[in-house]
Every structure is written in C-alpha cells, then in structure tokens.
C-alpha cells in the first residue's frame, strides 16, 4: 500500500484520482483550500485510508509520517476561474509547486506534476509533440495560467536536476467528465447546461476551431501508471482524437434529442485554433491510451449534469 499526497485533490480531476487510489488499496491525504475544488467532491467517500487537509499549498506544507507519491493538480483550470484569480493562479503554479516539490525532497517521494496543453500555446506545430517548445503569449488573458504552468515545469525538471527528486510531467489536454462545475466556462459543460436548458449553444467564431477530448476514466487510468511506470519524463496526456467546437455542439444536440440551432457569436482573439496531442510517447512508454469515445463520454457525463440541472 502506497502513502499519497493528491493536492488539489477535491477539484474535477483530483478527486477521481483518490477515488482510482482508494479502490487499488493505497492511503490517500486529498488537500485542497476550496477556492476552485469542492468538498460535494469528495463527499461520498467513506475510507479509513482517506484524509482531507483543508490548505492553501503556497504556504508551508506539513505531512506526518511517510510519502510515496505527491500527485500536484492543485490549480484553477478553467479560464473563468484563472482570469478570476489571476495571482492565486501564478502563485499556485510558482510558490505552490516549491512547496510541493520541497515535500517530495524532504520526503523522498515521487512527484508528478499537471501540466496543460496550454504549455504550447497557440501551436504553430500540429499535432504537438512533447519536443514542441510552444508558442505562448506571456501577457495575454491566458498568461496567467500558460506561464504559471510553464515555470511549474522548468521548477519540476529543475528540483530533478539538481536534487535528484524522481519527477514527472503530465501535460493533460482537455480531460472533461462528471464532476465539472456547469459554469466553469470550457466548453463541455458550457454546451451541455445550454442543452439541457433548452438554450441555443453558443459557438464562438466559425467554430472549426479544435480541440481533443479525453474522458475523465481515460485519463485518470493514464495518470496512475504514468506516476507509477513512469520516470523522470513529460508526456502528454490526452484523447489524438481531434473534434471541431461546432462538430461538438452537433454531437451534444443528438444526444439531447434537440433541432441543431447553434448561436454563433463573434470569435475570441485568444481562442486557440488547433489543439491535438501527439500521444505516441505516452503509448510506447505505458502501453496504454485512451479508449472512451466522444460520444460515450458525453453520455455519461450527461447524465450526472441533469442532477445538477434539477
């Protein structure tokens, strides 16, 4: 049994990672300040293996006993969030990531630390591959969280190379799922409240605009044997299945049984054109990929969201 730190760990993806811990047998402590995450999250799990620290990780973070793994996912994600709290946003990604690699120092445990897709920017290359260095406005609206990450990643490698701390780097590109806030302001669950509401879904631009869709299980599956099998590497995490926005809109209507009338509104300067991952490391390394598809995903997290809905 494996001693895990998940920080963030009451937030959309943090928390199916304690889930996908707890059910493999291992001691999971979730920490997380509530500024994104939520405790409805976490509510339901009933394990003596099971911690919740409520703390804010760009102070001094304190763990008694052991750690095997520091799983670090604590971060705004969603760009209504990140331009909401734009400094808790760099100091969670700068201050928050020393604290959380100094704890895998003192401890000796694995870190692995959530990066984004948003690492590469606008991308002038396609599909991004982990060797693409990025193309990424610094000062724009995305700033805040594309260069939050970035340093995350140079302070990770950098704690590898000169501590010897056993790291990795999982750029995760737009995982969605059950347990989403209905107004976080990406995409799916944008679309899908719009739908069930009866409301037009709003398309910005032509909306032929890409994005590649993972499903929540995918990934978490993924990330588990990436911190497991995995060492001192960055991989990206994500569905190579690449989706246009207004495809999306299409494919949500079907499944709502609704006439396709998308409302479209004028494009956003900082709206990335193209996003699709290059997975053939994160195949060759874990043997593994994602399997769910778009429409199975969407069903099933559907029907979690028509519970919020009511």
């Known amino acids: 049994m494996a001693r895990i730190l998940i920080t963030g760990g009451a937030g959309f993806l943090g928390s199916h990672l304690c889930d996908h811990f707890l059910a493999e047998g291992h001691e999971v402590i979730c920490m997380d300040n509530l500024i994104t995450g939520n405790i409805e999250n976490i509510s339901h799990i009933r394990s003596e293996n099971f911690f919740f620290i409520k703390h804010d990780v760009t102070n001094y973070i304190y763990i008694d006993g052991p750690l095997d793994f520091i799983l670090h996912f604590a971060s705004p994600a969603s760009p209504i969030d990140y331009q909401e709290l734009p400094i808790q946003t760099l100091k969670v990604g700068s201050l928050g990531t020393h604290k959380a690699l100094g704890l895998a120092k003192e401890k000796n445990a694995t870190f692995l ?31 805040v969280y594309d260069e939050a990450k970035r340093f995350s990643e140079a302070l990770t490698m950098a704690y590898h190379r000169y501590h010897g701390v056993e790291t990795r780097i999982a750029r995760i590109f737009n995982t969605y799922g059950p347990r989403m806030r209905l107004g976080d302001g990406r995409v799916v669950p944008t679309m899908m409240a719009q739908a069930m509401r009866g409301e037009a879904l709003t398309v910005f631009g032509d909306g032929k605009q890409t994005r590649s869709f993972c499903f929540v299980e995918d990934h978490t599956r993924l990330v588990r044997k990436l911190s497991e099998n995995v060492s001192n590497e960055i991989v990206n995490v994500g569905n190579d299945k690449e989706t246009k926005i207004i495809d999306l809109a299409e494919l949500i209507h079907k499944i709502e049984n609704k006439k396709f009338e998308p409302k479209y509104l004028p494009g956003r300067e900082y709206d990335h054109k193209r996003r699709q991952p290059d997975i053939s490391k994160l195949k060759k390394l874990i043997n593994d990929y994602p399997k769910v598809s778009l429409e199975e995903g969407l069903r099933k997290t559907i029907d979690q969201f028509k519970q919020k809905i009511k």
């Open 113 to 143: 630390l959530a990066s984004t897709s948003e690492v590469y920017g606008d991308p002038l290359v396609h599909p991004q591959s982990e060797n693409y260095w990025g193309n990424v406005n610094p000062i724009g609206p995305r700033g």
